[in-house]
Structures are given as C-alpha cells and as structure tokens.
C-alpha cells in the first residue's frame, strides 16, 4: 500500500520559515518524480514545485521561485519543501503528490500525478 505522509506544517508569521516533509512508502521511489502542491479555501489546487526521479530537473510555481526550494533524499524515500519569506497568501493546505515517471505528464498539472499525501496546513499571518 503506497502511502504518503506530510509533516512540518503549521501557523508562521509573514517572513518566517517553515520546512515540509513528505515520507514515501509502499513504492519505489527513485521511480517517481514527486511534487507539492496546495490548496487555499475555496480555490483550485495549485501547482508549488516539482522534482524528477533524477534529482536534478526541477521546477516551481513563478509565485514562490525565489523563496521556496524542492528537494528529494533517495534513501530517507522523502521529498522535502523549504519554504522562506513565507507570505500570507502561502496559507494553503500542501499536498505531497507521486507520479511515475515513465508517465509524459506535465510536472505542474495535477493529473499527472497518481498518489496523494493527506496533506498538511501552513498558516501565514500578517
């Protein structure tokens, strides 16, 4: 059973930092490109980064470029989100996602993307 877990969440002031964790399991993982995403109230999920199987090819949202660096460690099966200069529209559920990478799909587009984490709150205040 593929499982992925989010921690690291939680309420920062506007400046701060926060690091999100995403442990992987019940898959192998060097074989997936892994990515966060979130979701504020009543908006869309949206695309933050992504990060190949390789560990080498990323990308980001042009909205946190700058502040927010995706990173994997093969062996720990963990893909993190370093997250500075936290802002207050940042204030989302973060969403840990798996896609294969045999699977063409865009890195930004949701669809692509076949596992899910629960996800974990970050709060941004003023």
């Known amino acids: 059973q593929v499982r992925l877990v989010e921690s690291g969440g939680g309420l920062v002031q506007a400046g701060g930092s926060l690091r999100l964790s995403c442990a992987a399991s019940?898959?192998?993982?060097?074989?997936?490109?892994m990515a966060w995403f979130r979701q504020a109230p009543g908006m869309e999920r949206e695309f933050v980064a992504a990060i190949m199987w390789t560990g080498v090819t990323r990308d980001a949202a042009d909205s946190v470029k700058g502040r927010f660096t995706i990173s994997r460690d093969d062996v720990k099966t963990t893909v993190y989100l370093q997250m500075n200069n936290l802002k207050p529209e940042d204030t989302a559920v973060y969403y840990c996602a798996a896609k294969l990478r045999v699977n063409g799909g865009p890195l930004a587009r949701t669809g692509s993307y076949r596992y899910w984490g629960q996800g974990t709150q970050v709060t941004v205040s003023s």
């Open positions: 019940g898959l192998t993982f060097s074989g997936y490109d």
